[in-house]
């Protein structure tokens, strides 16, 4: 930047020597008086003028700024730029902006006065463009109520473009963010800021605006006007989010408090006509979302999302923090459809390759795993883990373990062995994440720990903790592991009527309806029901999984009742497309695990296949069987060929494992 006290000496075009600020005056043709404030900018614009001119209550002048601009520019006021310069800016030539200098000189030195003028104008008429110059004059003037105001009105990305009004954050005293709370966040989003990659280090951003709510905005109360106390509660608020401080406050309690309070703020200030500003909301609906999340309370989560996306500014950090909230908080709760939102606000930056987006990558990659596993994208769901686990976005102050678990749980008992997941919950509790009902996520890890039980066929351990949910009375966490503990015990009946009692709980969502509808078409098929009662079950769980876009209901199933229900349903009414069949024919359910039901085999053995079995699982060749049997080796051939497709089975080997699994064989 060129100091307005000593300019750099700049080599360019020729211009005659001048003396006088009338000598210039007379080469243009009689100038405004307020044309030599344009010296103390970086560069001359179009806005930049308005701006001086705004700054003196001047009128306009004849062919308005843009003409003015032309005209310095014929009569050689400006150096030649280079052909990369941003269109109409232009740099002063430098014997006329020492003439410049020196006539305001005469008028304020220091120029305090005038930078104090412009900055207000600045901040009045919000010229583009020029919002990192307004930031340096008001830093040099030490004027940090406008320094505030300027963060609260321009855009953040605009003021964070220039390595001196990044300073002029950064630079900022704790003292003075105390009495401005907007100070807080330019200054903790320009020290996180990496210029050289235009990256933002969550972590280094996170911490440092819980370091100032928590040690300067705690009586956030007393600040005035409603835009400050806003701004500050909101860091009070995120403070009171963190781990460390809700030790003793498991639920959030004290946040919601806070919360609830600064709603009614801003409620009370629009109704009095002195509305919050845009940012200072969009960083509270941004921050309310993450306090739902952590809390649990999934609607608030997305509600407040959805809020702080639309609100905020072009591409502003807090709007791709609530567009990473709403896809967290719609993996969690099983509606997926929500993250649909927050996937689109962030494809329309990612099309103009808007470099803000990259800032919140780490925090989606959860997201992007949980969408990989529900359409069972084994790969992507592996590679969004593991970056994940390399990347660690602010996890030293937002633990989210439990979503991490959560996530895990499905892709164990879909791919890879239950006891690992297992594991995982053990490492959880370790960190203070128990299965307890008296925490926001315990209810959701103590269902994910029933589900790998029940499918791990430890039914006798997970018994307790099914019984504990149900007790709980919330059947967006009891009625999906209920069903399936009932199922996997080979109590059909139940199965049915506690798939039944859940499809129509209001609580429910439209993931666990999926769930619910599979399991019920499984049960019914394992009970030996009508096949139009199954097919409706089934229908009914892929048009559900369409809407929820899941594959997972049907992938939780074992094998042999899975291939039954998806291979005889291909169709539904009106309509030659279906959900699981387009899963089936591009290899959607192949090298999933197995199961761990205990349940008998999903069709009826013939009387035959009943003693064949047995005999299948010895060293006997098929010959020896034959004539144990009194019957032909074709006949015994016929009948290994029809059990290998009631079982789903490819070998002999495998035949009789799954005919183990399923009690089939003793």
Not at 466 to 490: I, K, M, Q, Y
Not at 543 to 553: I, K, S, W
Request: charged residues 20%; proline residues 5%; negative net charge.
């Amino acid at each position: 930047m060129v100091s307005v006290t000593e300019p750099d000496p700049i080599t360019g075009g020729a211009f005659p020597a001048a003396t006088s600020w009338p000598e210039l005056c007379r080469r243009a043709g009689e100038l405004p008086h307020w044309v030599p404030r344009i010296a103390l900018a970086e560069s001359a614009c179009r806005e930049l003028l308005t701006l001086a001119q705004e700054s003196t209550g001047s009128i306009g002048v004849p062919g308005g700024c843009r003409g003015l601009l032309a005209t310095l520019d014929r009569v050689g006021f400006f150096l030649e730029r280079d052909a990369g310069a941003a269109p109409g800016r232009y740099v002063l030539h430098p014997e006329v902006r020492r003439t410049m200098l020196a006539e305001l000189e005469h008028e304020d030195p220091g120029f305090a006065n005038i930078r104090a003028q412009l900055v207000h104008s600045g901040i009045r008429i919000v010229p583009a463009g020029i919002g990192a110059q307004l930031a340096n004059w008001a830093f040099e003037g030490r004027d940090w109520q406008s320094l505030e105001a300027l963060w609260i009105t321009y855009s953040p990305a605009e003021l964070m473009s220039n390595l001196r009004s990044r300073s002029a954050y950064v630079e900022a005293p704790a003292e003075e963010r105390a009495k401005w709370p907007g100070l807080s966040y330019g200054s903790g989003l320009c020290a996180a800021f990496d210029p050289a990659t235009g990256q933002l280090d969550l972590d280094e951003l996170i911490t440092a605006l819980i370091r100032d709510g928590r040690t300067l905005h705690a009586k956030w109360i007393d600040k005035e006007p409603a835009d400050a106390k806003v701004a500050a509660g909101t860091l009070w608020m995120l403070a009171q989010t963190t781990i460390p401080e809700s030790l003793e406050d498991p639920m959030l309690d004290g946040a919601m408090k806070t919360y609830l309070e600064l709603t009614h703020v801003i409620r009370e200030s629009s109704l009095a006509g002195s509305a919050v500003g845009a940012l200072s909301l969009t960083f509270f609906h941004a921050t309310a979302s993450l306090m739902a999340f952590m809390r649990a309370d999934w609607a608030r989560a997305r509600r407040e999302g959805e809020l702080g996306m639309i609100l905020t500014d072009s591409c502003g950090f807090a709007g791709f923090l609530a567009a990473m909230v709403v896809g967290s908080s719609s993996s969690a709760s099983g509606n997926t459809q929500y993250a649909t939102m927050a996937e689109k606000f962030l494809a329309r930056h990612a099309a103009h390759n808007c470099p803000v987006i990259n800032w919140i990558e780490p925090g989606m990659h959860l997201c992007w795993a949980d969408a990989a596993t529900r359409v069972l994208d084994h790969e992507r769901a592996r590679h969004h883990l593991e970056l994940h686990e390399l990347e660690g976005a602010a996890t030293s102050w937002f633990n989210i373990q439990p979503m991490n678990a959560r996530i895990l749980t499905s892709a164990a008992i879909i791919w890879s062995d239950p006891e690992q997941a297992l594991a995982q919950f053990d490492s959880i509790a370790d960190a203070g994440f128990e299965a307890s009902l008296d925490t926001p996520w315990g209810p959701l890890l103590m269902r994910s720990r029933a589900e790998l039980l029940v499918n791990f066929g430890a039914l006798n351990k997970a018994e307790p903790l099914v019984n504990e949910l149900l007790a709980h009375g919330d059947a967006s966490v009891s009625a999906v592991p209920a069903t399936r503990f009932a199922l996997c015990s080979s109590d059909f009946e139940r199965a049915v009527a506690k798939a039944d009692e859940g499809i129509f709980s209001l609580q429910l969502s439209l993931a666990d309806r999926a769930h619910l509808y599979a399991l019920k078409a499984a049960a019914l098929q394992l009970a030996g029901a009508p096949s139009d009662q199954v097919g409706r079950a089934a229908a009914a769980a892929c048009v559900v999984c369409e809407q929820a876009d899941t594959l997972v209901p049907f992938a939780m199933l074992p094998s042999s009742v899975r291939s039954v229900l998806v291979g005889n349903h291909h169709h539904h009414h009106a309509s030659d497309e279906c959900f699981l069949a387009a899963a089936r024919a591009r290899g959607a359910f192949t090298g999933l695990q197995e199961c761990g039901m205990t349940a008998p085999v999903a069709v009826k053995l013939t009387r035959r296949e009943e003693v064949l079995l047995p005999l299948m699982a010895t060293s006997a060749t098929v010959q020896e069987i034959a004539d144990q049997q009194f019957v032909s080796v074709n006949t015994v051939r016929k009948q290994v060929v029809t059990l290998r497709e009631k079982f789903n089975a490819d070998t002999r080997v495998e035949l009789v494992r799954k005919a183990k699994t399923y009690g089939a064989i003793p």
